[in-house]
């Protein structure tokens, strides 16, 4: 059985170009015959009929069809059998898919989702023009330059999605070319629509510190350590509270060479900030130096010199120096 | 002379000619024309003459469900097809007997 639909089916291929009315009504009979001619003798169909391909075109002259009218009348054959099948075959997810969702068939409920479209249509119009007329880069509503960007944006999208949903469906009642015209340009906007989705999504996850960009460190660009005395701390290394090396330092003061020597504090070490003996020093604190951690527990001070920030000393009164994301100091 | 080429030519006389007495299925049709001695006949070609016949409005078909297998597609001479099987075999049967007499002058034909 299996050999005759494989015969059947070679032999179709080769009558592909032939309209599928002609071509099916050719093979009306063949599996029948084949059937016969498989029950009564020995050996394979091929070894008695010869091959599908040569079976074809004894059948093509005999019936007086039309010899193969050449590649392109093939091809374009093929290509309307595979446009009918795959229609046939989105007929049947159609009608399979409606009852999991509780309805008769899946474009049933596709079908309810048309107002929807049209909303999300006018937003993504509304979207891709003041994306075009603008030069800010594209967020998620439209921001339009004119006085309180937020609320004129909001207008022009009302304003989109209103038209949007008036055009309803009279686009598809439109003649040829208009309606044609639409289409492209609504499947343009869709790809459009998707970059910019995925950018923003990008934008997103790729920015975790947005957050805290309020932070009084923003503009700390480089931090230097003084010990109590006032002398510059030169071989120090900078942890922050995970544990993990902070490196401080102007990045065009990192050696590119590599090394241990970029990680070690401080990566400039010729620009200091205070020249000699700082003069904030109160003398004779208390000096806990207990080697690297308890310096590990000073993550990036601020450039304002003020608090020293090496032990747990009483804070300077100064605000911007309170080394908040420290957690180290004091308790 | 290759049987199959002359047999492209008078193909359509044979097919009709097996159906004169009863009508039949495209195997048996062409079981009945190698018993009657054109042991060449292709398959394909008995399929599509009989393509052809049905499409010049010489043959009546009808479908006969059978017990064992698929059902078979059974075909007939209609009143046009006789006529046909008429006049082709007057055809032939002139070209043939010009052909015979064509040999017998020259000696050929014992």
Known sequence: VNEVADYVAQVRTALADLAP???????????????????????????????????????????????????????????????????????????????LIGYQKGSDFVRLLRPAWWVMRGYLVAMALVYMLSAEPIGLLPRVELGDSTIAGVVVLLAFVIGSIWLGDRGRRLPRVPRYALGVGIALLVLAAMAALSDI?????????????????????SVYVYDEQGRPLTTARVFDQNGNQVQPGLWWCRTESG????????????????????????????????????????????????????????????????????????? | VDTTQLLKGVLDLAVLAVLKDEDGYGYDILRRLRAAGLDDVGDASVYGTLRR?????????????????????????????????????????????????LLADRGTVA
């Open chain 1, 21 to 99: 009315a002609v071509r099916e009504e050719l093979l009306e009979d063949l599996p029948e015959h084949l059937a016969e001619v498989a029950a009564e003798g020995e050996g394979s169909l091929t070894e008695r009929l010869g091959p599908p391909a040569a079976y074809a075109a004894e059948l093509r002259a005999a019936a007086g069809a039309p010899a193969g009218e050449g590649r392109r009348a093939a091809v374009d054959a093929r290509l309307r059998d595979a446009v009918d099948r795959a229609r046939a075959r989105l007929q049947v997810v159609d009608a399979k898919s409606g009852p």
């Open chain 1, 201 to 221: 999504d990008g934008y997103a996850q790729d920015n975790p510190y947005a957050e805290v960009s309020n932070s009084s460190y923003d503009d700390v660009e």
């Open chain 1, 259 to 331: 090394g241990t020597s970029t990680e070690i504090y401080p990566t400039c070490p010729n620009p200091q900030p205070l020249n000699g003996q700082p003069d904030f020093i109160a003398p004779a604190e208390r000096i806990p130096l207990e080697g690297p951690t308890s310096e590990a527990t000073v993550p990036q001070p601020s450039t304002t010199p003020s608090p020293t920030p090496s032990a747990g000393s009483t804070p300077p009164p100064e605000p911007t120096g309170t080394p908040t994301p420290a957690p180290s100091a004091t308790r």
């Open chain 2, 53 to 101: 016949l049905f499409q010049a409005g010489f043959l009546t078909t009808y479908v006969v469900p059978s017990e064992e297998g698929p059902h078979r597609k059974y075909y007939g001479l209609n009143v046009t097809g006789r006529d046909q099987l008429h006049r082709s075999g007057k055809v032939w049967r002139t070209f043939a007997s010009t052909m015979d007499s």
